[in-house]
């Protein structure tokens, strides 16, 4: 649906090398571990593992392997193996593991923390043409693939079948289902279908000395010894490469309705999310709000119609359910509602599929909208809802706009999730100063999370102190070092330097 906003853009390498600093030169604080560089035997290794074709080592070619979606990271790695099968991974990761070359895996490269792109020199290996759907089970609404289809190709494939995907976000064009996986991915829809993880029964995935470790499970209830697949979802490829996953489907709803609605205060977005979880009920499937300049961005950058008038808040209600006669009813009674008490000011539902994309696409399309404006400090937390947007009237006031372009909030507030954006013309360090670390220490005072879908990456490895305890972080660091004892996967990422 929102190709246009997540297209893989391929600039010129000297766009790249103009526009986004090496990550290297920009934290230049952050070592190199002490892995092998490459050399010419280890290109000719991979090219027996792999057809030569897939095994790209023309600058021209890497390039954009090497720049992170939002042109926040650029490592510099000097090939990119494309396996199609889990033995070629396995394959891959054993002899990394014995040559010690570092790797970092990629899947759709729309990752928001600089965690899908290597930091130094690593290796990227692309998930990219592990693309096959292996099947459906209809009668349980399980669908097992490998880990390098695109989101959106899925929801098509279920969509053709009666069953939807229990996720979604405005990446699904690009981002593949490893990619969800491995970040355990949040978006739209989280609030009916719940966090992924729940979603996912099976995942196969290579650990970094290329065992295969087979937990494709397809049962719904399997309570046989440690859930082992929670060691890779989440994990952003720090602990194995995943390889296939099987995934429930709920059936696609035969009714889907959204309304887009404009409101006066903050308060009033927390009293209409109340009473749409009171008055819909199981029909919710979705509760997203964006402020007036989240709104801006995607209209005044991308051009898009905005379908009601200019309010300081906006809200989309999706309800989505077996029956449209009774979701009708019940959306416009809590909508006659909302108007009538003043909660909210204005609104307008859609039920066409037309309709709804271009609501949707409103939404969805102000990170790419966020990104026109420049550089962007993206911050993805966790708050209490009572306290869910006072830190973006906070920071307005402590940054000028001679310093910044815009300081908006959107997110999906029927989660708790707030995405607190701040805009500048080009990466300025000071306003970085101004903003980190305070935006984790006010979401750690309300005990919030520091990530609460995007995950650690790269950017937020100093930062995941303020969420995680230090027994927990001792448990991790266990953990990564019983299963990647040599440190090759993804390094740099989601555990601290101290670590
Ligand atoms: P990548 O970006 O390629 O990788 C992400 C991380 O996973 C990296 O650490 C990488 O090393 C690792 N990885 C990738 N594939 C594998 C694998 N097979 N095995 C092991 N590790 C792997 N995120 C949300 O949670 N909710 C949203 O609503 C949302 N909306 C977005 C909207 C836009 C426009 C954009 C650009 C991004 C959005 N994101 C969102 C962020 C991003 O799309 C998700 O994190 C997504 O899950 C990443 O998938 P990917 O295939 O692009 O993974
Ligand atoms: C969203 O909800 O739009 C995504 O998580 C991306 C973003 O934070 O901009
Ligand atoms: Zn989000």
């Known amino acids: 649906m929102l190709r246009q906003f997540v297209r893989r853009i391929h600039y010129s390498q000297r766009f790249y090398e103009a526009q986004v600093e090496l990550t290297s030169v920009r934290y230049a604080g952050v070592k190199r571990g002490n892995y092998a560089q490459l050399s010419e035997k280890h290109v000719q290794q991979f090219e027996r593992i792999l057809p030569k074709e897939r095994v790209l080592t023309d600058p021209s070619d890497v390039q954009s392997y090497n720049v992170d979606w939002l042109r926040m990271v650029r490592g510099a790695s000097q090939v990119v193996l494309r396996p199609k099968t889990t033995e070629e991974v396995s394959a891959i990761l054993q002899y990394c593991n014995e040559e010690c070359l570092a790797v970092c895996p990629q899947g759709g490269n729309t990752g928001l923390v600089g965690g899908s792109v290597p930091v130094f020199d690593e290796v990227i290996l692309s998930t990219s043409l592990m693309n096959n759907i292996i099947g459906l089970d209809e009668l349980s609404g399980v669908l097992t693939c490998q880990a390098g289809c695109v989101l959106e190709n899925l929801e098509t494939y279920l969509s053709e079948r009666g069953f939807m995907m229990p996720l979604d976000l405005g990446a699904k064009g690009t981002c593949q289902i490893g990619g969800n996986v491995s970040t355990n991915a949040g978006g739209i829809r989280l609030i009916r279908y719940g966090s992924l993880q729940g979603s996912i029964l099976g995942v196969e995935a290579v650990k970094a000395d290329g065992e295969v470790i087979d937990c494709l499970n397809s049962l719904k209830k399997d309570n046989t010894g440690y859930h082992l697949k929670h060691l890779f979802i989440g994990s952003e490829g720090t602990l194995g490469i995943v390889t296939k996953i099987a995934v429930h489907c709920p059936p696609s709803p035969k009714a889907v309705n959204v309304a887009f609605l404009g409101l006066e205060k903050f308060e009033d977005v927390l009293q209409t999310f109340q009473n749409a979880r009171r008055d819909l009920g199981e029909i919710l499937s979705s509760c997203e709000m964006m402020d007036r300049l989240s709104l801006d961005a995607a209209v005044t950058n991308l051009k898009l119609k905005q379908p009601i008038g200019d309010f300081p808040f906006y809200m989309l209600i999706e309800t989505s359910g077996s029956n449209g006669i009774h979701d009708e009813e019940k959306l416009t009674s809590f909508l006659d509602n909302s108007l009538e008490t003043g909660v909210v000011l204005d609104g307008t539902v859609a039920s066409e599929p037309s309709k709804i994309k271009m609501f949707w696409s409103l939404r969805e399309g102000v990170?790419?909208?966020?990104?026109?404006?420049?550089?962007?400090?993206?911050?993805?937390?966790?708050?209490?809802?009572?306290?869910?947007?006072?830190?973006?009237?906070?920071?307005?006031?402590?940054?000028?706009?001679?310093?910044?372009?815009?300081?908006?909030?959107?997110?999906?507030?029927?989660?708790?999730?707030?995405?607190?954006?701040?805009?500048?013309?080009?990466?300025?360090?000071?306003?970085?100063?101004?903003?980190?670390?305070?935006?984790?220490?006010?979401?750690?005072?309300?005990?919030?999370?520091?990530?609460?879908?995007?995950?650690?990456?790269?950017?937020?490895?100093?930062?995941?102190?303020?969420?995680?305890?230090?027994?927990?972080?001792?448990?991790?660091?266990?953990?990564?070092?019983?299963?990647?004892?040599?440190?090759?996967?993804?390094?740099?990422?989601?555990?601290?330097?101290?670590?």
């Open 367 to 499: 990170t790419e909208g966020l990104l026109q404006d420049g550089y962007v400090f993206k911050y993805d937390i966790s708050l209490p809802h009572a306290n869910f947007y006072s830190i973006v009237p906070e920071l307005q006031a402590r940054l000028s706009l001679n310093q910044v372009k815009r300081v908006c909030g959107y997110g999906h507030v029927g989660d708790g999730n707030l995405h607190l954006n701040i805009t500048v013309p080009q990466y300025d360090s000071e306003v970085m100063k101004i903003v980190e670390p305070f935006v984790f220490e006010w979401t750690s005072k309300l005990k919030g999370s520091v990530s609460a879908e995007h995950g650690i990456g790269f950017k937020k490895t100093q930062y995941i102190h303020f969420s995680k305890s230090q027994s927990s972080l001792n448990l991790m660091t266990n953990i990564k070092q019983l299963m990647d004892p040599k440190g090759i996967l993804n390094p740099y990422k989601v555990l601290p330097a101290d670590h």
